[in-house]
């Protein structure tokens, strides 16, 4: 039974700083991806950074330069650090993990486990 669970959010002024947390227990595999996603009020669900299951980063372009996504391998955590958060990273952040070689990293259909999610809010 794999189980993600996230951490880290809450409210922060523009222009501030935020670290996000994904645990993951329950993961037999040795190696596999792990993505952020957020969802914003009235928006899909949008992927903003992932690590591949050898290690390769992605980052969506509105994310690009200011976040930072990071994985400890012992721990079986995934981080998100945010920085020059803008009122627009406003939502709530998923985790996502293992997936199919389908589709690409941004794609929903690609993760077979999510986590229940941690709210940001910048204002």
């Known amino acids: 039974h794999v189980q993600l669970v996230e951490s880290g959010g809450g409210s922060v002024q523009p222009g501030g700083s935020l670290r996000l947390s994904c645990t993951a227990s329950?993961?037999?595999?040795?190696?596999?991806?792990m993505t952020w996603f957020r969802r914003a009020p009235g928006k899909e669900r949008e992927g903003v950074a992932s690590?591949?299951?050898?290690?390769?980063?992605y980052y969506s372009d509105s994310v690009k330069g200011r976040f930072t996504v990071s994985k400890d391998n012992a721990t079986n955590t995934l981080y998100l650090q945010m920085d020059s958060l803008k009122p627009e990273d406003t939502a709530m952040y998923y985790c996502?993990?293992?997936?199919?070689?389908?589709?690409?990293?941004?794609?929903?259909?690609?993760?077979?486990?999510w986590g229940l999610g941690t709210q940001v809010t910048v204002s």
């Open positions: 329950g993961i037999t595999y040795s190696k596999y991806c």
């Open positions: 690590i591949g299951s050898y290690g390769n980063l």
């Open positions: 996502a993990a293992v997936c199919t070689y389908l589709y690409t990293w941004d794609d929903r259909r690609k993760y077979a486990n």
